[in-house]
T-cell receptor
Framework: RKEVEQDPGPFNVPEGATVAFNCTYSNSASQSFFWYRQDCRKEPKLLMSVYSSGNEDGRFTAQLNRASQYISLLIRDSKLSDSATYLCVVNGRAGNMLTFGGGTRLMVKP | EAGVVQSPRYKIIEKKQPVAFWCNPISGHNTLYWYLQNLGQGPELLIRYENEEAVDDSQLPKDRFSAERLKGVDSTLKIQPAELGDSAVYLC?????????????FGPGTRLTVL
């Protein structure tokens, strides 16, 4: 079993739609959680950190469920520019050792 | 402020040849990481440096891969000899302190093709 699992997609949604991605992680001792965004043939960039209380940044909302070892990302009012791969990332080992999921590809269409 | 710089951006070599990648982290960042990313997958950590010390290289295939970070700034990742399965994107990242919640900033990567 992979340490961080995501549905690879692709998720094809129309502009304006709401879309949610889920991610599960296997290490219950994981401390920090993130969503990174990666555009085609570009490097990953931090989208947002995920806190136990949940957090929101504009159209993006991230939730963490430690009991179920589950992380989610909700995107409201999707824009064409949201098309990218979204990587679920968990820091589960000593130091800043990030473990990446395989990514979920989102395609927003006109 | 300049981001993480990597070179070359692209490299095509024949199998069994050596290859080297270079990374210059963000100024002031003590922690440097090398990742490998295969198509359709997330990055996988190869090695992590705290200043000039390699603190985690458990995922680095040491029979053919080597890395160094002299003087705790720039780093070089080398493969010798390269194999067909080494074709991937090699990403360098840096962070300020290496703490568990510290943001990692990635360079644009080096896309390696082994023929």
């Amino acid at each position: 079993r992979k340490e961080v699992e995501q549905d690879p997609g692709p998720f094809n949604v129309p502009e304006g739609a709401t879309v949610a991605f889920n991610c599960t992680y296997s290490n219950s001792a994981s401390q920090s959680f993130f969503w990174y965004r990666q555009d085609c043939r570009k490097e990953p960039k931090l989208l947002m950190s995920v806190y136990s209380s949940g957090n929101e940044d504009g159209r993006f909302t991230a939730q963490l469920n430690r009991a179920s070892q589950y992380i989610s990302l909700l995107i409201r009012d999707s824009k064409l520019s949201d098309s990218a791969t979204y990587l679920c990332v968990v820091n589960g080992r000593a130091g800043n050792m990030l473990t990446f999921g395989g990514g979920t590809r989102l395609m927003v269409k006109p | 402020e300049a981001g993480v710089v990597q070179s070359p951006r692209y490299k095509i070599i024949e199998k069994k040849q050596p290859v080297a990648f270079w990374c210059n982290p963000i100024s002031g960042h003590n922690t440097l990481y090398w990742y490998l990313q295969n198509l359709g997958q997330g990055p996988e950590l190869l090695i992590r440096y705290e200043n000039e010390e390699a603190v985690d290289d458990s995922q680095l295939p040491k029979d053919r891969f080597s890395a160094e970070r002299l003087k705790g700034v720039d780093s070089t990742l080398k493969i010798q000899p390269a194999e067909l399965g080494d074709s991937a994107v090699y990403l360098c990242a840096s962070s300020f302190s290496g703490g568990p919640a510290d943001t990692q900033y990635f360079g644009p990567g080096t896309r390696l093709t082994v023929l």
